[in-house]
């Protein structure tokens, strides 16, 4: 969200041209869709794998359809605050055994 703003930023400061016939040419460019388009997708993907994360450790401990519904939507709303958490705190390959058997 904080690339988003300060991409964005960069457009609302835009200097208006306007070509020999006097026709202003300041309207929407292919660029700027191809941004906009990018960051949705960037995004898209970013909060995705946020709940995609969510939703696997939820079935991996047994909880039931419904929290884990509403915990894919606080996920959905902040993504950057539960990547670290899950990192840190949920992580369930951290908590298995890996047993090392010599034959």
Excluded: C, H, Q
């Excluded at 941004?35 to 898209?44: A, C, P």
């Excluded at 401990?61 to 894919?72: C, E």
Aim: proline share 3%; no cysteine.
């Amino acid at each position: 969200m904080l690339l988003e703003s300060f991409i964005l930023r960069k457009f609302t400061t835009l200097e208006r041209f306007i070509t020999s016939d006097n026709t202003d040419n300041s309207g929407i460019t292919t660029e700027f869709i191809i941004l906009i388009v990018t960051i949705l997708v960037i995004s898209l993907l970013y909060t995705g794998g946020a709940i995609s994360l969510s939703w696997n450790y939820n079935n991996y401990i047994g909880t039931t359809g419904g929290v884990k519904l509403l915990y894919a939507i606080l996920v959905f709303i902040a993504p950057t605050i539960y990547y670290p958490f899950y990192a840190i705190v949920l992580n369930p390959i951290k908590k298995l055994k890996v047993s090392s058997k010599t034959v």
